[in-house]
């Protein structure tokens, strides 16, 4: 990350969490002309600054994991200089600095993250582009999720097209090296978009694909094939939401004792019981809709509960609520 992408994104997180840069210096006992300095990209921020603007805004240790290191900072430095010259670590930092953005999307609004996503997913794009050997995959690995995260966030705030023009790309990197997991999520995502547009005929066929994709994980293949069925009952093809329902609930045993990959660490049984509930919305089960709904929403990671992306389930809540 950038000192200019991490000042934008803890200045933004500030104003969400209702902080002027005077109010959070006062709360942090920093001096506001060195908070100011920091927060306009004209200092390098530590991490000891990054941790209390991080405990500040309750990121839960996010804003802090997506501040590289010194050793770090310069390693990526170099390597988007000179891509020839990665190495393993370098990737790794790649990764780290993701799964913090990927964490601060369960704390911050989609709009807050997408210019430094934007940002570091043009970054590691380009790096991939030079980058020869045999740290390539490993590179493609972070690159193909940095663009799709990036596609998951376009999405959420309804900038449809260029949303699909990254998943898509992120679609054909997990293709290139063979990544079902990743592969899936892009496609998961795809079906997320369709179900914002209205279209459950694109709903059951984006989940449908996710779910018998190669490689998924058998929590993502739960999920998909939950969404999947939720399209095709909201087409009244109900005998065939119903069968692939059954295959979904065989799986619930399997999905919870497979450890989750870190591309997919959301995954959980409460996260799945927010899906069963889709289904069960869909087919006209409301009271099942509603349990799964509230179970669901309650055994989030209490970093998760207040994210923007649950507000979907929220809604759908007290659609069923009011249905029953």
């Given amino acids: 990350m950038s000192d200019q992408d991490f000042a934008f994104l803890a200045r933004r997180l500030l104003a969400e969490n209702g902080y002027s840069m005077r109010a959070a210096a006062k709360a942090m006992h920093y001096d506001v002309a060195f908070l100011s300095r920091a927060l306009n990209g004209k200092q390098r921020p530590s991490r000891k600054l990054a941790k209390a603007l991080d405990d500040l ?15 770090e900072h310069e390693r990526v430095s ?9 190495d393993q670590e ?10 913090a953005y990927r964490h601060l999307d369960d704390t911050a609004r989609p709009e807050t993250l997408i210019p430094a996503v934007m940002a570091q997913a043009r970054t590691t794009m380009a790096m991939l582009k030079e980058t020869r050997g045999r740290h390539w995959n490993a590179l493609a690995t972070v690159a193909s999720e940095y663009v799709q995260f990036a596609g998951w966030l376009k999405a959420q705030v309804r900038e449809d097209a260029e949303a699909i023009a990254l998943l898509d790309r992120a679609l054909e990197i997990a293709d290139d090296i063979n990544n079902g997991t990743l592969a899936a999520q892009a496609l998961n995502f795809r079906g997320y978009l369709a179900r914002q547009q209205g279209a459950p005929q694109a709903v059951a ?7 018998f994709t190669p490689g998924a994980h058998p929590a993502q293949r739960l999920g998909d094939m939950l969404q999947a069925a939720a399209g095709m009952a909201a087409m009244n093809e109900t005998q065939d939401a119903l069968h692939l329902l059954g295959r979904a609930e065989a799986l619930v045993d399997r999905a919870a004792a497979a450890p989750l990959p870190e591309s997919a660490y959301w995954l959980t049984p409460a996260f799945n019981r927010l899906n069963m509930g889709l289904c069960a919305l869909e087919l006209g089960r409301c009271d099942e809709a509603v349990d799964h709904f509230e179970t669901g929403l309650a055994g ?7 994210a923007v992306w649950t507000g979907e389930h929220r809604a759908a809540l007290q659609r069923a609520r009011q249905a029953r």
Avoid: H, Y
């Fill in 57 to 71: 805004v309750g990121a839960q240790g996010a804003l802090l994991g997506s501040v590289p290191s010194g050793d």
């Fill in 78 to 86: 170099r390597s988007a200089a000179e891509p020839s010259r990665i």
């Fill in 90 to 99: 370098t990737v790794r930092a790649l990764g780290r600095v993701l799964l």
């Fill in 205 to 211: 066929r984006w989940f449908s694909a996710a779910a």
């Fill in 300 to 306: 989030l990671p209490r970093e998760q509960q207040g």
